[in-house]
């Protein structure tokens, strides 16, 4: 070791440190200007070398995840300068470059994955993406073959929604995304995701969608339809539909993709005009509004938790899923129940619990939730249902600075690429809104129906990557630090002890332009911290078991590893730099910066 250096004091803390010039880094990927109305944003790329790997190691416990893969955009072009390839095409070349790759690690001891492993050696370790990305998994994503594209493209988290399909369904959902981790070393977790017991449309009788013209009178009906559903005739999963609206009352489908005006009520049947068309999907979610607010009659009363939610609760704790997200979430209490629950039932496994900010309940117990809770979600459509549309994007950022300062993941949702679902190329208007969330530095953003069941989920995969990356590079090259204030989150002297070693980790590693920081730790906290402070370098986290390793996937320039060690950060250190150096994803001299759950230091040395 070159140069160690232990700190067993933290640094104080400032939130407005500067930063060393640093080198900037070549550009990987940049927007043409597009001379079609529609087109695919560009990719310029450097040039790829996949070496051989030339291990001598004989541990067999090593795995690094895709998930820092993700990142990039490196695709491939070997003459450097700036051959241009559709993302399509790109992402093709780039899984056939890297699938190279895989088949030369696989003579050696050491797992890591194809992507991540490219990347690191062809980008460096600064370029890698640090914003996670979660798709939902739909018709058109649920084969091993997708499921695998959507992997080499930087999925970090698969999301189910327990609202369509059946258990089986998304058994083999899980089944294809668990073989793919096995076999091709990737980390993506699962986050199962919750119906929920708001009012919702049923399944349309089994057509994929129904559009809705202007002017049309639909009915809005709790009758069940044995055979066959009317024509413009919607069945209501809410007993109470009928009694509770008036009319007059507007009734808004998904968060204002289609709206009607109820315009008479005859026993069971609502009868609604289309004020304004759209497509209606299975199962959407239903409001009704009167004189300008949500109308939230017995409905408010509805469990957050339905029966049916707990079967499926059952279903994602016996398929060893690693999130459930619970939709519609009112207060503290129901994450607080689920996580006992949780505890007794599935002791060896420890499932993260993420609460769905998308009502006005939870806006109005906010911090309570997120604290309870392991994680949150931006849901941005029922949300935007619920909510003014213009009050969405101030919620947002508050709920991301919140979660941050509490050190808890958060996501960011719905309607990202939207007009993905139909056309290839994202709006200027999308763009935006991906870059501002990225800006703000949540954890993840998440596809829907774009890569559920819309036309082009790779390209839609394909330009949050690409706009993650572009948009994280900006900020490193403007060094637009962000001077966030991280109020002390522990409860014991010990844990401010672990916040106050990291936060100093991070802001050494950004006054030192250190190539990366790790991080050995058994229960994933010591991780997270580092990940909170939104460091200049990714984050190298080494832990000994792959639940937990995956579980980290979600989280905010993690790269997770999984890694047999021992209390002794001497050994450690040295296995840690002789198995990456081996695979070359070190190399002599690079500057890490070292923390860790066992021995509360600060350790920052050249690799020898
Ligand atoms: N497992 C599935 N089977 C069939 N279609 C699906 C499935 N999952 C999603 N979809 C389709 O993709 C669309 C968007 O999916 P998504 O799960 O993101 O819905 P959402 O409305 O954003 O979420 P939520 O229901 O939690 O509010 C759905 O309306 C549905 O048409
Ligand atoms: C994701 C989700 O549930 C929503 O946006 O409503
Ligand atoms: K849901
Ligand atoms: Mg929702």
């Known amino acids: 070791m070159a140069q160690s250096l232990q700190l067993f004091t933290a640094y104080n803390r400032s939130?407005?440190?500067?930063?060393?010039?640093?080198?900037?880094?070549?550009?990987?990927?940049?927007?043409?200007?597009?001379?079609?109305?529609?087109r695919f944003p560009v990719t310029v790329f450097p040039k790829l070398t996949i070496q051989a790997s030339s291990s001598s190691s004989s541990s067999s416990d090593l795995e690094s995840s895709s998930s820092s893969s993700s990142s990039s955009p490196v695709l491939v072009n070997d003459n450097g300068t700036g051959g241009v390839l559709s993302g399509a095409t790109a992402l093709a070349t780039y899984a056939s470059a890297t699938s190279t790759a895989a088949a030369v690690t696989d003579s050696s001891s050491i797992e890591v994955d194809s992507v991540t492993e490219a990347e690191l050696k062809e980008n460096g370790f600064r370029s890698t993406r640090r914003t996670k990305l979660i798709c939902t998994i739909g018709p058109n994503t649920c084969g091993f073959d997708e499921l695998e594209a959507l992997a080499v493209g930087g999925m970090n988290v698969a999301r189910i929604n327990m609202c369509h399909g059946t258990h089986q369904w998304h058994r083999n959902v899980i089944k294809r995304v668990r073989r793919l981790n096995e076999e091709k070393g990737y980390a993506v977790a699962i986050m199962m995701d919750t119906e929920g017991s708001e009012i919702h449309m049923g399944d349309l009788g089994g057509a994929p969608s129904a559009k809705a013209e202007d002017g049309e009178i639909w009915t809005f009906s709790v009758r069940t339809y044995e055979s066959?559903?009317?024509?413009?005739?919607?069945?209501?999963?809410?007993?109470?539909?009928?009694?509770?609206?008036?009319?007059?009352?507007?009734?808004?489908?998904?968060?204002?993709?289609?709206?009607?005006?109820?315009?008479?009520?005859?026993?069971?049947?609502?009868?609604?005009?289309?004020?304004?068309?759209?497509?209606?999907?299975?199962?959407?979610?239903?409001t009704f509004w009167r004189d300008g607010s949500v109308v939230r009659e017995r409905n408010a009363m509805l469990?957050?938790?339905?029966?049916?939610?707990?079967?499926?609760?059952?279903?994602?704790?016996?398929?060893?899923?690693?999130?459930?997200?619970?939709?519609?979430?009112?207060?503290?209490?129901?994450?607080?129940?689920?996580?006992?629950?949780?505890?007794?039932?599935?002791?060896?496994?420890?499932?993260?619990v993420i609460a769905k900010i998308e009502s006005i309940d939870s806006l109005k117990n906010l911090e309570e939730i997120i604290l309870a809770s392991d994680g949150a979600m931006v849901a941005r459509g029922d949300l935007g249902a619920q909510i003014p549309l213009e009050q969405v994007p101030s919620v947002q950022q508050n709920i991301v600075q919140l979660c941050r300062q509490l050190n808890k993941p958060v996501i960011v949702a719905s309607q990202l690429l939207e007009s993905m679902i139909e056309y290839p190329t994202p709006t200027r208007a999308e763009v935006a809104d991906v870059s501002e969330a990225v800006r703000q530095r949540a954890d993840a953003l998440m596809l829907s129906g774009e890569s559920a069941m819309g036309q082009y989920p790779m390209k839609a995969l394909a330009v949050l990557r690409s706009v993650s990356v572009r948009i994280e590079k900006?900020?490193?090259?403007?060094?637009?630090?962000?001077?966030?204030?991280?109020?002390?989150?522990?409860?014991?002297?010990?844990?401010?002890?672990?916040?106050?070693?990291?936060?100093?980790?991070?802001?050494?590693?950004?006054?030192?332009?250190?190539?990366?920081?790790?991080?050995?730790?058994?229960?994933?906290?010591?991780?997270?911290?580092?990940s909170r402070c939104r460091p200049d370098c990714p984050i190298f986290a080494f832990t000994s078991t792959t639940s937990l390793r995956r579980r980290l996937n979600l989280q905010w320039g993690l790269i997770p590893f999984r890694l047999s060690f021992s209390d002794d950060m001497e050994s450690n250190l040295n296995k840690t730099f002789s198995l990456l150096k081996a695979?070359?994803?070190?190399?002599?001299?690079?500057?890490?910066?070292?923390?860790?759950?066992?021995l509360q230091s600060i350790q920052v040395m050249y690799v020898p």
């Open 474 to 530: 900006w900020w490193r090259d403007e060094k637009q630090y962000d001077p966030m204030e991280l109020p002390d989150i522990g409860s014991s002297h010990s844990d401010n002890i672990s916040e106050e070693i990291c936060s100093s980790a991070a802001k050494m590693a950004n006054n030192l332009g250190v190539d990366a920081l790790f991080v050995y730790t058994k229960t994933g906290h010591m991780a997270s911290l580092l």
């Open 228 to 286: 066959g559903q009317p024509e413009h005739t919607i069945n209501v999963n809410y007993d109470g539909f009928a009694e509770d609206v008036k009319v007059g009352d507007e009734l808004v489908v998904d968060g204002g993709m289609v709206r009607f005006e109820v315009i008479e009520k005859i026993g069971p049947d609502v009868k609604c005009k289309c004020t304004d068309p759209g497509l209606l999907l299975p199962r959407a979610n239903l």
């Open 303 to 352: 469990p957050t938790i339905s029966s049916k939610d707990w079967l499926d609760i059952d279903f994602g704790i016996a398929e060893g899923v690693e999130f459930i997200a619970i939709s519609f979430v009112k207060s503290a209490d129901v994450i607080t129940h689920l996580k006992s629950y949780l505890a007794a039932r599935s002791r060896d496994s420890d499932i993260g």
């Open 15 to 38: 939130p407005n440190h500067t930063l060393p010039k640093r080198a900037t880094y070549s550009e990987t990927k940049q927007f043409l200007p597009a001379t079609s109305s529609r």
């Open 583 to 598: 695979r070359n994803l070190i190399k002599s001299g690079d500057l890490v910066i070292a923390v860790s759950d066992m």
